[in-house]
């Protein structure tokens, strides 16, 4: 009995495994500027290093989520051969997650048209760049589902839009999100830059 359990006990493993490997993955899509040179693109620093005001304590989100995004951006694209650099960034990285925030907005805030109220807002972003470049394409962080991460990479010297990644819905916002699960999402994200990256 004992030598004719082992062989279900490898299968049931085998099962395990083949599930495991079929979880699904981030849902990825981008856009960019058409115009852009990427090849020139070798430092990014952060859009704003530090929120300008305290996160709103009445919106329900994990406050680790910030930092998670950070340390999974320098990560991701550290491996694409970007690097860290506040001094004289070549991109500056703006990020965010669509929230549900229909009964938060403060209707005595206007924000410059084409932004909405995300997560990055709530927490005290204040996000001010250009999208000239996708003039059909953008979207607006609040018309994105629940739990989508944007990952905006911006031209400084322009103020503008260059690159746009998106993962649809992968954040957990009831609170489910740790390292782990933002390190995926993100390097789901960033492996699509620049473009024509298929990794």
Not at 64 to 93: C, E, H, M
Not at 118 to 132: I, M, Q, V
């Amino acid at each position: 009995m004992k030598q004719a359990t082992k062989p279900v006990h490898l299968l049931l493993g085998l099962c395990f495994l083949l599930l495991a490997g079929c979880a699904p993955s981030v849902q990825v899509a981008t856009d960019y500027d058409r115009s852009a040179n990427f090849s020139q693109y070798q430092t990014f620093s952060f859009y704003q290093d530090r929120p300008s005001q305290p996160r709103d304590a009445s919106v329900n989100f994990n406050a680790s989520l910030d930092q998670y995004l950070r340390n999974a951006i320098r990560q991701s694209l550290g491996n694409q051969g970007l690097r860290f650099d506040t001094s004289n960034p070549d991109l500056k990285v703006a990020y965010d997650v669509a929230v549900n925030t229909e009964t938060e907005v403060n209707t005595n805030y206007a924000y410059p048209t084409g932004f909405g109220y995300g997560y990055s807002y709530w927490y005290g972003y204040r996000y001010n760049y250009g999208f000239n470049r996708f003039p059909t394409t953008y979207r607006t962080i609040n018309q994105y589902k629940e739990g989508t991460v944007v990952v905006d990479l911006i031209n400084p010297d322009t103020n503008e839009l260059v690159w746009r990644g998106i993962g649809e819905a992968a954040v957990d916002m009831s609170g489910g999100i740790d390292q782990e699960r933002v390190n995926k999402i993100v390097s789901e994200i960033l492996q699509k830059y620049p473009p024509g990256s298929n990794m």
